[in-house]
């Protein structure tokens, strides 16, 4: 067995609680969503943005449903908090140790800590705790832990969605195929560019771990779009407006 799979499974009796701490500050993290918390003060109090528009708590519903700046304040702060979130986990894996720590396997397990961090994160942001598990799609927290993780994968990403928008002017396009194509991207950037060319020093299993947990977050964020799936299919999703 490689050395980031035999020390994951060693920690679990060592170290259970960054296996415990990751996820739950994670998941607290990103039940804190920017979208009610904005709308809310931007009406005083009046109107809960899960009541408007799409009833998605959002950035686009956000933008369409109540401005620009709250919804530039939402998106900034949805980032935000998957990137603490993500730090913190990849903090709490560095406590584990490595044996025959060389070739950056001490990275390596970081990583691992940043990505059950950000799975736990973008589950909060969906299913927030502090508002009745009703809360966003998780695009633009999982573009956040995609920069934070590997930037290639997010440069793949963002080019995806930014040249569909282009063509479609229909933000959910872009979202979903940027979350379909996470799970390819993160094994094109791993195993291509980094396993094959330097297999001596990037182990197989961190290579499926990252392409794993990728191909997860994807096809969770490709389940929350479903009835945007259903009106693209309908020819019924609007193209993206905001309010002034």
Known sequence: MDPIMTTLIQSFQSYWWCWLLTPVIAYLLGSVNPAVIVTKIATKGKKDIREMGSGNAGFTNVLRSVGKTPAIITIVSDALKCVIAVLIGGWLFSFIPVSHDFWGYSEMTVNCGKYLAG??????????????FKGG????????????????????????????????KIISVGSIAGAVLYGPYTFLATFVFDRIPYSDHLVLSYVLISSFSALILGIFVTINHRENIKRLIRGEEKKITAKK
């Open 119 to 132: 799975i736990f994160c973008i589950i909060g942001h969906c299913f927030p705790l502090y508002f009745h």
């Open 137 to 168: 799609k998780g695009v633009v927290s999982a573009a956040a832990l995609m920069l934070t993780e590997d930037w290639r994968v997010f440069l793949l990403v963002l080019g995806t969605f930014l040249l569909l928008f282009i063509i479609t």
